[in-house]
Structure formats: structure tokens, C-alpha cells
């Protein structure tokens, strides 16, 4: 601000601590121009620490662990630096949505979590880095998690009750970050942004050096809009999960019908009471000129819309609403056959909802895998980086929801195959400082893929590169942005040697980057006897911080998923007695049951878990379970589907 001079510090030796120091001076000043409130303190320091959990704000003191913001730009990947920036941005955003305004109790910590969320990974980076497309790596990423959490019967409203302290731990989860910053980002798409920003600066202004509820929120975007807010996204807050908009079209134009909906299919009328007051954002066409309806909102439980259907139209357009949208199969195939028009009326970010709204749906039961499978092989020409990754992410869902079945397995990877193969062919496996970082992102997604999908090709390069550092000893000319497909396949692909060598690598610690490459490869291994070793590292060596990626690791490889459910189970005491006071025992405890598809393991977990005491992660466990009995519903019902598409198509 005019006049006023803040210092900003890091408390780390060493030049991997130079760019979080970077983005701090970056981003405070424009928080301040943003929210027209002053950082009022002198300094803002940031300490770094090994065995440190995540990383959390104070007042004027950010405390971080070093492997999450720890930097070496030269031996990183792209993805490793946005999301240092991000997770420093997001915490100085708590200086004002935590210090300056603070939520009055646990059950609103949305109002700091989903604040920090949408100011510090979306609108302030997009702001500094616009070539990072950070609203549409938020659709990839934050939209796609919570919308995946919130289709479970045992979610719970972004506002919830937190009677006692046993519960406040449990409500640090997607819920309050991802949910909320994306209903949030809708608001601010509805309102406008720059109204929206002006309602909040309202807001902390009204609250400044004191406490809130939501009510002061929608009264400072109310103030700023003219817009009953508070009857337009109440529901949103303090009702649990979120709709699926059902589309049929008459000679009016379209019929559209809300449904809560659920990963498991049709909600039961007891679960599906609420009706919420939903922005359509209608694009559609006339004359050949599109347009979007920001103002159509649907307030009733169904109701019918004048659209010209002979011509294209899409609701909820640039995927902003928190919703999903299901259209008759004739309608789909329309809209994905226009969105892969070079010059389509449809963007990036309607692709990638598309995309995410297929899987879902098929999940669900709603429509058949084989229609997703449709669009992606539709799609196959796609020139953005992040639809490849949505296309990448939903093929790699439903590997992992057959694991068991040799045969779906088999044919997923070579469809895989033959989407992500031509792209290594087409991009090479040499960066170079000219490459946009798209191109970037978009050669390290395909030979990661292809070399997940068993290409002989992209294994042998991938393996000559780890030959080479083991007989020079040098790893120099593995490109940071290959290293951990490169370690993970020399491990799976290979023996006794290569293990120890990365095991090495992990124990060095030499860059944080470095170090979690290794840790994916620790749990990469298919012999039975090296995973055990990982195993025992993991009870006897490892560090709190390396818990949960070793164990996602683990569970991520199908030769190992069940030893990391036995290996938590055996030592459930040692695990939760060094995790109950931390903010992600929850997420430790996904890290080890979230993967299986059966009715067998889901009774096996579900009674495991009776005789304990799940108070500090109960959400966790609920979601865990609820996602077992989804995947295990889908393989009964769809795996006839698949096998009949791949025999038909590919
Ligand atoms: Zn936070």
C-alpha cells in the first residue's frame, strides 16, 4: 500500500528457498490491491522445517515443511513449481481469510480454507502467471476432487456442525477446500469478479480484526451486487452434496430436472430433498453467433427453457457450476463431435467438464463406460494439454477400478496405447528452453502414460536412461520432468540393484522433487521380496512425512495394494498414535483403503475398523467405504459393456 513498507522474510539456508521468498514479495502487495486491505504488520515471515506436516499460516508466520516448499527450479518439474507457488500463495491469503477476518467457529472453517483456495490457486497466480491457466488446471483439479467426494452418500454440508475439539482435525478435508473454493468460484462467475471481490473487500472491511459467519459474506456480495445472495447459495453451504441436471428436449427447446446425485445411481427421496437454486450458463446458438445465459438460474425442482436445439448448446459453460449435466446419448455424441471442431463454439474448460461428466456419469450408472470411452476416442486428435490430462485421469480410474480383471486391464492399456504412444512419437522425450510449457507438460503426461500402458518402445528408452546413471553414477541427463517414470519403471522393470539405488536416492534428500520421485519408485517393485522391504521401511525407518506417499505409492501398484492395507492394519497403533493429532490421519488412512473393488474387501475393512476408535478420522473411513461399494456396483454392471466396446472399436 501507498507509504507502507513490509519485509517479507524465509528462515531457511540454502537456494532452494529463494522462490518461495519470491512468490511471497510477488503476491502480498496484490492481496492488498485486491482486497483494498493492508497487510497492517511490518514483516511477513516464512519458516521452513524438515518433519514438518503440510504448512500453516500465523499471524505475520508461515510455518512449511521443507519437501512441499523447498524449490530447485533447474530440478523440477513444472507441476512441482506451481505448486509451491500455489501452496505459499494460498497461505498468505490467510492473513486476510483467518487473521484479519476470522470464521467465529469450526463449523464455517470453509470461510478461510474455501477462500484460500480460490484466492491463492486461482485468482492471484492467474493474475501473475496467466500462461499457467490456472482456471483451468482448477477444473482439473479442485472441481474434479470435490465433486468425486461430494457424490457420496457420506458427505456432509461445506458448513458443518463440529460439536467438540475430537472433530476439528476432520473438517481440514476437500470438503472445505475444494467444495467450497469451487461453489465460491461459481458465485464469482455468476456475480462477475470484479463485483464479487468488491462484495468481499466489503466483507473483511465490515469484519476487520474480528470474527464471521457465511450470513456477513453473502451481506458484503449482496452490498456489492444489488443480488439476494443469501437466497441464492445458502443451500449451497448448508446442504450436503450437489445436483445432476437431467436434459431431454420437446419442441420448446429444453426440459431440465435436478437429482441430488450420488456415485452409486439414483438418489433415494429421503436424500434427495434439497433444491438448489442453479446457473445454468446456457450457450447457444443463433445465426451462427454463440452466446451464454449468465442470468438462468433454475430455482425449481424441474422447468423448461427455450433453446434452439437444431443448433449447438451446452449448459453450464466453462464448467463453473458445481454440477453435473447429463444429456441423452444422441445429445453427447452431438456436443463431442462440435467440441472437437477446431474452431467450436466449446472451450478447453467444456471439454474437460464434458470429460469429467461422462466418467462420472457412467460410474454412477447413469450412461455406460463405453460412452466416455466414445468421447475419448473422439477425441483423439485434442490438441490441449489439459484435456489429454482429464482423458488421462479417467482412463487410469477405470484401470484401477478392474485392477482384478486381467482382461479390462489389458485392453484399457491398449487403447492407452494407441492415444499416448503417437504423442511420445510426435513430441520426443528432449526439453528444450524454447518448449511452451504446455508442450512441456503435454510430452511428460504421454510417456508417463505410455510407459503406465507397457509401450515396449517408451520402456526401453526409459530403462536406457537409468542404465546409464547407474554405470556413470551421474543422473544429470534424466530431465527432472522424467525422473520419477524413469526411477518407478527401473524399479518395476527391474531388480535388486536398481532398488537399492533408489532407496539411496530417497535417503539423500538432496531436493524435495528428487526425493518424491524415489518414494514413488520404493512402491513400484512386482517382486514380493522388495516389497516387503518397502513395507518394513515404511514401519521401522520412515519419517511422518514419508508415510503417506509411500503408502499411496504402494496402493497405486496392484503387485502391492494389499500389502499397504496389511502393513496399516498390523500396525494400526504405532500408525494412529503418530498421526491422532495431525491434520491428515484422514488422508493417511484413504492412502491405505481407497482402492478396492469388491464387496469382499469392503466387509473385511468395514469390520476391521468396527472395534476402533474412528472418531478423529470417521469422514475418512465413511468416504473410503462408500467408494469401495460404488466401484465394486460399477464392475458387476459394466464390465460386459467395456469388453463389448473394445471388441467393436479398437
Ligand atoms: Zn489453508
Known amino acids: 500500500m501507498p507509504g507502507y513498507t513490509t519485509t517479507v522474510n524465509v528462515i531457511f539456508t540454502g537456494h532452494q528457498a529463494q522462490f518461495v521468498l519470491d512468490v511471497t514479495a510477488a503476491c502480498l502487495p496484490l492481496y492488498e490491491e485486491v482486497f483494498k486491505v493492508e497487510y497492517p504488520l511490518p514483516k511477513l515471515d516464512t519458516l521452513l522445517a524438515h518433519d514438518f506436516e503440510g504448512a500453516m499460516e500465523h499471524w505475520g508466520l508461515i510455518t512449511g515443511a521443507t519437501q512441499i516448499l523447498l524449490i530447485d527450479l533447474i530440478k523440477s518439474t513444472q507441476q512441482e513449481k506451481v505448486s509451491v507457488f500455489h501452496i505459499q500463495c494460498h497461505e498468505i491469503a490467510h492473513m486476510w481469510f483467518g487473521n484479519i477476518t476470522t470464521m467465529k467457529w469450526w ?39 470435490a465433486l468425486n467426494l461430494d457424490a457420496k452418500l457420506s458427505s456432509h454440508p461445506v458448513e458443518v456442525e463440529c460439536p467438540d475439539a475430537n472433530r476439528i482435525n476432520e473438517m481440514f478435508d476437500d470438503l472445505s477446500y475444494s467444495k467450497a473454493g469451487s461453489v465460491l468460484r461459481m ?97 447457444s446458438t443463433e445465426h451462427g ?39 441423452t446419448p444422441k445429445r453427447l455424441a452431438k456436443i463431442a463431435t462440435e467440441a472437437a471442431q477446431p474452431k467450436s463454439v466449446f472451450s478447453l474448460d467444456d471439454r474437460t467438464g464434458l470429460l469429467q461428466d461422462a466418467f462420472a456419469l457412467s460410474k454412477a450408472g447413469f450412461s455406460t463406460p463405453s460412452s466416455s470411452l466414445t468421447v475419448v476416442d473422439l477425441w483423439r486428435s485434442e490438441k490441449e494439454y489439459v484435456v489429454w490430462e482429464g482423458m488421462a485421469a479417467g482412463l487410469d480410474e477405470l484401470v484401477s477400478i478392474w485392477w482384478e480383471d486381467a482382461s479390462v486391464v489389458e485392453n484399457l492399456k491398449r487403447f492407452q496405447r494407441t492415444l499416448f504412444v503417437p504423442l511420445v512419437e510426435r513430441l520426443g522425450y528432449e526439453y528444450s528452453e524454447n518448449d511452451s510449457r504446455d508442450r512441456i507438460l503435454l510430452r511428460t503426461l504421454a510417456i508417463t502414460q505410455a510407459a503406465a500402458a507397457d509401450d515396449k518402445g517408451v520402456l526401453q528408452v526409459l530403462q ?63 517382486d514380493l521380496e522388495i516389497i516387503h522391504e518397502t513395507t518394513e521401511f515404511i514401519v521401522n525407518k520412515a519419517r511422518d512425512q514419508d508415510l503417506i506417499p509411500l503408502f499411496a505409492a504402494l496402493s497405486a501398484n496392484f503387485a502391492s495394494r494389499r500389502a499397504a492395507t496389511q502393513t496399516f492394519m498390523q500396525n494400526y497403533d504405532t500408525f494412529y498414535n503418530r498421526y491422532k493429532d495431525q491434520l491428515s490421519l484422514g488422508v493417511l488412512v484413504s492412502a491405505c483403503l481407497n482402492y478396492y473393488s469388491s464387496q469382499a474387501d469392503y466387509q473385511a475393512i468395514e469390520t476391521y475398523f468396527k472395534v476402533k476408535d474412528t472418531s478423529k478420522y470417521s469422514h475418512a473411513l465413511a468416504q473410503s467405504l462408500d467408494g469401495i461399494k460404488a466401484r465394486s456396483a460399477y464392475v458387476e454392471r459394466a464390465t460386459a459393456d467395456i469388453l463389448d466396446w473394445f471388441h467393436k472399436n479398437i
Open 289 to 327: 453467433i454463440s452466446s451464454v445465459d449468465k442470468a438462468m438460474v433454475l430455482r425449481e425442482r424441474e422447468a423448461t427453457f427455450v433453446v434452439d436445439t437444431t443448433k449447438p448448446f451446452k449448459l453450464n459453460t466453462g464448467t463453473k457450476g458445481v454440477y453435473r449435466v447429463l444429456y
Open 187 to 283: 458465485l464469482s462467475h455468476y456475480v462477475g469478479a470484479d463485483k464479487f471481490l468488491e462484495g468481499v473487500s466489503l466483507y473483511l472491511k465490515a469484519h476487520l480484526f474480528g470474527n464471521a459467519v457465511t450470513h456477513d459474506l453473502w451481506q458484503g456480495i449482496s452490498a456489492a451486487t444489488g443480488i439476494d445472495i443469501a437466497e441464492l447459495m445458502d443451500d449451497w453451504i448448508t446442504k450436503i452434496g450437489y445436483p445432476v441436471l437431467t436434459v431431454t428436449e420437446n419442441v420448446a427447446g429444453i426440459h431440465v430436472r435436478q437429482d441430488r446425485f450420488l456415485e452409486t445411481g439414483p438418489a433415494d427421496p429421503k436424500d434427495n430433498e434439497t433444491i438448489w437454486n442453479i446457473p445454468l450458463s446456457l450457450l
Open 107 to 145: 463449523d464455517t472453517l470453509y470461510l478461510n480454507e474455501g477462500f484460500a483456495t480460490l484466492m491463492g490457486e486461482l485468482i492471484i497466480p492467474d493474475r501473475i502467471h496467466p500462461e499457467w491457466r490456472a482456471g483451468s488446471e482448477f477444473v482439473v483439479g479442485h472441481f474434479n476432487r
Open 464 to 526: 536406457a536412461k537409468f542404465k546409464r546413471f547407474l554405470k556413470t553414477g551421474n543422473n544429470s541427463h534424466i530431465p527432472a520432468e522424467l525422473q520419477q517414470v524413469t526411477y518407478a519403471v527401473a524399479v518395476k522393470f527391474g531388480g535388486r540393484v536398481e532398488y537399492d539405488t533408489i532407496v539411496k536416492i530417497f535417503e539423500l534428500r538432496r531436493t524435495p522433487s528428487e526425493q518424491k520421485a524415489a518414494s514413488f519408485a520404493m512402491g513400484a517393485s512386482q
